[in-house]
T-cell receptor
Framework: NAGVTQTPKFRILKIGQSMTLQCAQDMNHNYMYWYRQDPGMGLKLIYYSVGAGITDKGEVPNGYNVSRSTTEDFPLRLELAAPSQTSVYFC?????????????FGEGSRLTVL | AQSVTQLDSHVSVSEGTPVLLRCNYSSSYSPSLFWYVQHPNKGLQLLLKYTSAATLVKGINGFEAEFKKSETSFHLTKPSAHMSDAAEYFCVVSDAASGGYQKVTFGTGTKLQVIP
């Protein structure tokens, strides 16, 4: 049972580099999300998608971009990495309303920008 | 607007004693409420959920939570802590927002320490 799969698990970037965090789910969920988790801050929503071809900004979208060409995949692109983007990133999926808060999470991608 | 407040950032209990993790919420609509658990270096896992059915909700691993509308609370409890319960716990609220999208808001988390 794969669920939500994130790659890579760990990555170190230099300031100004770009990279893509991959996320795939095999549960046929329409809703997908990217969160970042910083110590003591809970989870902050970066971007979300309610279906293939539809994406929208969350609370902290600056410096990131997403696409949703298929139901299964929801990659997160970091352009021009900055130290403030050092964080743990979680991808999640869900069925949407009426159980929008019931989410399935990947194991996270730990990113360090130096 | 919706918000969720976890009243304690750290809770420490002895093994075999009760656990109480406190959560208060604010919502303009009828909310759904959730508790998630995160073990070190892992993703979040759903513990239990309240979605307007029974106000006392039972979850996995012996945890339960009670929805109290008058107190806007959804505290998480367990009668007897086990070492494996040491983790971070997140309270989450979800309700209808403008445009039909149900916004999901996470609390800042409570780290539970279990002392042998």
């Amino acid at each position: 049972n794969a669920g939500v799969t994130q790659t890579p698990k760990f990555r170190i970037l230099k300031i100004g580099q770009s990279m893509t965090l991959q996320c795939a789910q095999d549960m046929n969920h329409n809703y997908m999300y990217w969160y970042r988790q910083d110590p003591g801050m809970g989870l902050k929503l970066i971007y979300y998608s309610v279906g293939a071809g539809i994406t929208d900004k969350g609370e902290v979208p600056n410096g990131y971009n997403v696409s949703r060409s298929t139901t299964e995949d929801f990659p997160l692109r970091l352009e021009l990495a900055a130290p403030s983007q050092t964080s743990v990133y979680f991808c999640a999926s869900g069925r949407g309303a009426p159980n929008t808060g019931e989410l399935f999470f990947g194991e996270g991608s730990r990113l360090t920008v130096l | 607007a919706q918000s969720v407040t976890q009243l304690d950032s750290h809770v420490s209990v002895s093994e075999g004693t009760p656990v109480l993790l406190r959560c208060n919420y604010s919502s303009s609509y009828s909310p759904s409420l959730f508790w998630y658990v995160q073990h070190p270096n892992k993703g979040l896992q759903l513990l239990l959920k309240y979605t307007s059915a029974a106000t006392l909700v039972k979850g996995i691993n012996g945890f339960e939570a009670e929805f109290k509308k008058s107190e806007t609370s959804f505290h998480l409890t367990k009668p007897s802590a086990h070492m494996s319960d040491a983790a971070e716990y997140f309270c989450v609220v979800s309700d209808a927002a403008s445009g039909g999208y149900q916004k999901v808001t996470f609390g800042t988390g409570t780290k539970l320490q279990v002392i042998p």
